[in-house]
């Protein structure tokens, strides 16, 4: 078995490379574990949602925008710049019931450490057609975040749809009524999911029209996206709507599924629960940041953010201990 890592980061978006950064420079020889690629069914990589955003114009510090790609691998040379070790695999096994965590990689390998930062973010939930993951990952107008994309200037004044009856439809939908020329909510069924508040919101919007018990059975458009083909779940009946932008917001899956048996506390979505306002987890050594602790946010700020208190609770962590 290698020898004892003291700090151990499983993900390599925003919360994972800050994390890295952090505890790379209090000398914790931080060694992060930062994914494969794998379709599930749009691309995950490692860097995680950002890998498919094209301009992030939100985080501070890039006045111009950047890329998603382009900060991330930012990210990383900022970590590995104070000593960041990289491994290129997945963790297929935690077991946090000895004194020290053991970690399983998918090459088999064993990793031993004194604290663990898990990071591991959450995936976008898709329709799953292939011309909604195709315009998706080439900037084709089709995301699933409205706050990360809906601002860019493609989608000025233009008619812009949500897909989803939740609290994030809702969100979405009410974000981009200060942009769009009308937004169109696109919900499967004749009532929304989402809390009466925030349906509220979006309900008496002037430039916002619900179309009910309407699936999206294909997006539109070569390389931008034109329309969208909708079937009415009650009657069948097809149709088209013209839209310029298709923002799908029908909920994220967390990359827990790894955790199932390590005893980490979940909630019943697989989102780890968090200690109060820091990054400890139930397990002692174990902290969590990013999407993965997160439903509310889901920013790449914020993510940052959990990212820098874990990697400073671990510290406070490894000092006391
Ligand atoms: P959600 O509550 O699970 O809602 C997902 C929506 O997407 C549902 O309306 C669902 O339809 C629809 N949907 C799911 N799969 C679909 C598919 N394949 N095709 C078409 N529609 C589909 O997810 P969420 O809105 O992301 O919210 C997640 C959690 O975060 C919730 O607990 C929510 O309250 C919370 N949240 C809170 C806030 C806030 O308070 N500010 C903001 C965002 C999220 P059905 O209704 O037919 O199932």
């Known amino acids: 078995m290698a020898d004892l890592e003291q700090c151990v980061i499983i993900g390599s978006g925003p919360a994972g490379w800050t994390a890295a950064i952090y505890a790379a420079r209090a000398n914790l020889e931080p060694l992060c574990i930062i994914g494969v690629p794998r379709s599930d069914p749009a691309p995950v990589l490692p860097g995680g949602q950002l890998m498919l955003t094209t301009e992030v114009e939100n985080y501070p510090g890039f006045p111009d925008g950047i890329t998603g790609p382009e900060m991330m691998s930012m990210f990383q040379k900022q970590a590995e710049r104070f000593g960041t070790r990289v491994v290129g695999e997945d963790v297929t096994n935690c077991d946090f ?57 493609m989608f000025r004044d233009k008619p812009l749809g949500v897909v989803g009856g939740g609290d994030s439809a809702m969100e979405e939908a009410s974000y981009l009524a200060k942009f769009a020329s009308t937004v169109h909510v696109i919900h499967r069924r004749g009532e929304f999911r989402a809390s009466k508040a925030m349906q509220d919101r979006i309900l008496g919007g002037s430039n916002v029209e619900v179309h009910w018990n309407k699936s999206v059975t ?19 009946d097809p149709s088209q709507l013209e839209l310029s932008g298709l923002f799908i917001a029908i909920g994220h899956t967390p990359a827990s599924a790894f955790l199932a048996d390590s005893g980490i506390e979940m909630d019943e979505k697989g989102y780890i629960v968090l200690k109060g306002r820091d990054s400890h987890t139930n397990i002692e050594g174990v902290f969590a940041a990013g999407d993965v602790a997160d439903q509310i946010y889901r920013q790449a700020i914020t993510a940052a953010g959990m990212g820098c208190q874990a990697a400073l609770d671990a510290e406070r962590y490894l000092n006391e201990s």
């Open 218 to 236: 294909d997006v539109l458009g070569d390389s931008m996206i034109e329309a969208v083909q909708l079937e009415d779940t009650v009657t069948g």
């Open 97 to 153: 019931s000895g004194s020290h965590h053991l970690l399983t990689t998918s090459s088999g390998t064993e990793i031993q450490a004194r604290s663990v930062i898990i990071a591991t973010g959450a995936t976008a939930n898709w329709l799953g057609l292939e011309n909604e993951l195709r315009l998706a990952t080439s900037g084709g107008g089709v995301s699933a975040c409205a706050v990360c994309d809906g601002a860019l200037p």
